[in-house]
C-alpha cells in the first residue's frame, strides 16, 4: 500500500486540487498549499495539517474538534474567478468590467472577511449583506469604492444604515426584492441632495429559470424574492413619477445555491440580460448586472457525474458562459456593456476551511464469538458461516452461492429474534445470533468488494452495506460543526490526515459524541481510478493505537458551516477556529487561534 494508492482511494485529486495534496515524504500525511498556485516560492508553503492541529491543538489544551481556517485559499479562488472573467471578456471581446463580492453570510469570519476585501482591492472586491446585522458588519470591512449590495429583507432601519455606508464612499446597492421596498429608499434617498454620494438602486428580477439542485424548487416562479414583469414595470414608472430614475443602476438576479448544470446559468443569462436590455429601453441609466451566486463546488470529487453534488463545468466554463451570454445580448440590443457582477459564496470559501476531528474510540461490529450453544438455529447459522469463508478463502467467486448464503442467514436471523420474542430463545442465544449474523453479513461484504471491475454488490449484500461494521467514535458534533451534513444531506469529502502509506483496514460510519442518532457522517464520496467507486455509507479508516491522536478532517466546510451551526446542541459549545496565513518573505504559515467556548462560556 502507498500513498497513491490512499490518494486515488480519498480521491484528494478529484476534489482537492490545487490547495490539499498527500505528502509522499512526511509519512503520507495531507499537506495543504493554501496559495494553490506553481509559482515557485510561493508553492513552497506547505501545510502538514496533522502537525499543525496536533501543535494547536496542545497549545490550546483542547481535544475537541478544531477548525482551520485559511484566507489565503479564499482570496486565490476569488483572483481566480476574477481572471477568469477577465479572459473570458478577452475571448469574447467583451469591454465589460467584473467586480466580485462575498455574500457574507457564507463566512461570518473577520479575518477572512478582511483578507479578501485587502486581497481584492485593486479588482474592487467587495461584500453581500443580507440582513442588518449583516450590513453593519459589512460596513465595517467595506473600503472605499468597493461594491457592496444589500440584499434581503428592508426595513428603514436597513435602507438608513445602507445610506450611511454610501455617505462613507462604498459604492453601495440597495437591491429591491419585493415591491414595498421601494418606498424606504424614496423615504431615506429622496432628500438627500444630488451632490450626496447616494446609494445605488438594484431591481431583483424573478427569472422564470429554475435549476434542479437542491435550492432548485426555491428558484424560478416559485422564488421568495424578485419582481416579475408587472412589478418591474411599476417601479420604473414610480421612480420617474420620483424623478429618481437616475438612480435604478443594477439588476440582480440569483438562481439558487450549488448549481450543478451549466444550462441553468446560460439560460438565466439569457433571461436577464434581456431583462437588462428592456429597463434600459425604459430609461434607466443602468450599468451593472449582477448575476447572484450559484457557482458550484466540486464536492463529490467526480466532474460532473455526482449529481447535485458536482459540477459539470469549472470556473472558466462559467465565466465563458455568462460573458458569451451577456456579449450576444449586447450584439442583439446595442446596450453599453455593463460591469458583472458575481456573488459566489460557496466557490469563494468552501476550501479555506478544514474540520478536523479526533476518533476517540470504534465499537467493532461483527467480531467472531465462541459459541457452544447447540441450538439448532444457531448451528444453521454456523454452517453458513463455514460455508462462506470457504468460498471467500477458495477465491471462487459465485456470487449466487454468496447470495444464497445471505438469504438463509437473513431469514434464520429473523426466526431468531421470533424465538427470542417466544421466549424460547436466551438472551445468550440471541447474542450469539445476532453477533454470527454480523459476520456473515461481514464475510459478503468483503466477497462483494472481490469482484473485479464492479462496485455492484449483490443485492442483499448492498441492503446490509448501509450498516456500518464499525462505528467509530468521533470527538464531534455533526449539528454544530457540519449541519448540512445532518440538514440536507450535503456530502463533504472526510479523510485521515496521517498514515495515509498504510491500508485503511476498518470500513467505519462516523458517529459523533452528541446523545442523537442523527448525529452522523454516513455520506462518503467515492474512491477514483481504476477501483472507481461511486462512495456510500462506509468509509475506509485505520485501526486505533495506544498512544496515538488519529484525526480525521472534513474537507471544503468553509460556506455556510461556522454561520450556521448553533453552540446549542448538547451544550458542547463553538470549536476553536485557527486562521493560518502565509506571511512574511520567505513565505511561512503563521496561526492564529479563536479559543473555544468553555464550559463556563456555555
Ligand atoms: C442572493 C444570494 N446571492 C448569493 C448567494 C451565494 O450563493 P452561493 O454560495 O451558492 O454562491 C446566495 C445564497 O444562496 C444568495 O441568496
Redesign the pocket.
Known amino acids: 500500500w502507498s500513498v497513491k494508492n490512499s490518494e486515488a482511494l480519498y480521491n484528494f485529486e478529484g476534489w482537492g486540487a490545487p490547495y490539499f495534496l498527500l505528502g509522499e515524504e512526511c509519512d503520507g500525511r495531507v499537506v495543504v498549499r493554501p496559495a494553490g498556485v506553481c509559482e515557485a516560492e510561493i508553492d513552497q508553503v506547505e501545510v502538514d495539517l496533522y502537525a499543525a492541529a496536533t501543535a494547536v491543538r496542545e497549545r490550546l489544551g483542547s481535544s475537541g474538534p478544531l477548525l482551520f481556517r485559511f484566507p489565503d485559499i479564499a482570496c486565490s479562488q476569488s483572483a481566480k474567478l476574477h481572471s477568469a472573467f477577465q479572459s473570458a471578456a478577452l475571448t469574447w471581446g467583451l469591454n465589460s468590467l467584473h467586480r466580485g463580492v462575498l455574500?457574507v453570510?457564507?463566512c461570518h469570519d473577520a479575518s477572512l472577511l478582511l483578507s479578501l476585501v485587502l486581497a481584492g482591492a485593486r479588482e474592487g472586491f467587495g461584500l453581500?449583506a443580507?440582513s442588518k446585522a449583516e450590513l453593519i458588519l459589512s460596513s465595517d470591512y467595506s473600503l472605499p469604492t468597493p461594491f457592496l449590495i444589500c440584499?434581503g429583507y428592508k426595513d428603514g432601519d436597513y435602507v438608513g444604515l445602507a445610506v450611511q455606508s454610501a455617505a462613507l464612499r462604498v459604492n453601495t446597492f440597495i437591491v429591491i426584492e419585493k415591491p414595498s421596498d421601494l418606498q424606504y429608499y424614496i423615504t431615506a434617498v429622496g432628500d438627500l441632495p444630488r451632490s450626496a454620494h447616494r446609494p445605488f438602486l438594484g431591481i431583483r428580477v424573478r427569472l422564470t429559470t429554475g435549476h434542479s439542485g437542491h435550492?432548485g424548487p426555491t428558484s424560478g416562479d416559485n422564488a421568495k424574492f424578485g419582481l416579475c414583469a408587472k412589478e418591474m414595470i411599476w417601479l420604473v414608472a414610480s421612480l420617474a413619477d420620483e424623478s429618481m430614475l437616475d438612480c435604478l443602476r443594477l439588476l440582480h438576479f440569483?438562481v439558487?445555491?450549488?448549481v450543478s448544470n451549466i444550462a441553468t446559468f446560460k439560460e438565466a443569462m439569457r433571461e436577464s440580460t434581456q431583462m437588462y436590455a428592456e429597463l434600459v429601453r425604459l430609461g434607466a441609466p443602468m450599468g451593472f448586472v449582477d448575476v447572484?451566486?450559484?457557482?458550484g463546488v466540486e464536492y463529490h470529487g467526480s466532474q460532473g457525474w455526482g449529481g447535485q453534488r458536482s459540477t459539470n463545468y469549472d470556473m472558466q466554463n462559467y465565466a465563458n458562459d455568462v460573458v458569451a451570454a451577456l456579449q450576444d445580448t449586447i450584439m442583439r440590443t446595442g446596450i453599453k456593456p455593463p460591469v458583472l457582477v458575481t456573488?459566489?459564496?460557496?466557490?469563494i470559501v468552501s476550501a479555506a476551511d478544514v474540520l478536523i476531528f479526533e476518533v476517540v474510540s470504534t465499537e467493532p461490529r461483527g467480531a467472531m464469538p465462541s459459541f457452544d450453544d447447540d441450538s439448532f438455529l444457531l448451528q444453521n447459522f454456523q454452517s453458513i458461516l463455514g460455508s462462506m469463508t470457504i468460498i471467500n478463502q477458495s477465491g471462487q467467486q459465485n456470487i449466487s452461492k454468496i447470495q444464497e448464503s445471505l438469504n438463509d442467514a437473513i431469514q434464520f436471523r429473523q426466526e431468531a429474534d421470533r424465538l427470542f420474542k417466544l421466549g424460547i430463545m436466551s438472551l445468550e442465544g440471541r447474542a450469539e445470533a445476532e453477533e454470527l449474523f454480523s459476520s456473515i453479513r461481514s464475510l459478503a461484504l468483503d466477497f462483494a468488494r472481490t469482484i473485479p471491475d464492479t462496485n455492484i454488490f449483490p443485492t442483499e449484500v448492498s441492503l446490509f452495506a448501509v450498516e456500518p461494521l464499525t462505528w467509530c467514535h468521533a470527538n464531534l458534533s455533526v449539528f454544530r460543526s457540519l449541519p448540512d451534513a445532518w440538514a440536507i444531506r450535503q456530502l463533504f469529502p472526510v479523510a485521515p490526515l496521517h498514515r495515509l502509506s498504510e491500508e485503511p483496514s476498518i470500513i467505519v460510519s462516523i458517529a459523533d459524541l452528541t446523545c442523537d442518532s442523527d448525529g452522523r457522517i454516513d455520506q462518503f464520496i467515492g474512491s477514483s481510478g481504476s477501483n472507481a467507486n461511486a462512495g456510500g455509507s462506509l468509509l475506509p479508516l485505520h485501526p486505533l493505537r495506544v498512544n496515538e491522536t488519529y484525526l480525521v478532517a472534513a474537507f471544503l466546510v468553509g460556506?455556510y458551516q461556522d454561520s450556521l451551526g448553533s453552540r446549542g446542541h448538547n451544550l458542547f459549545g463553538s470549536p476553536p477556529v485557527a486562521n493560518l496565513f502565509l506571511s512574511g518573505s520567505p513565505f511561512h504559515c503563521i496561526a492564529q487561534a479563536r479559543r473555544k467556548t468553555r464550559g463556563a462560556d456555555v
Do not use: D, I, V, Y
Open positions: 455574500p453570510k457564507c453581500e443580507g440584499n435550492w440569483h439558487g445555491s450549488q447572484g451566486g450559484g457557482l456573488e459566489s459564496g460557496r466557490a460556506a
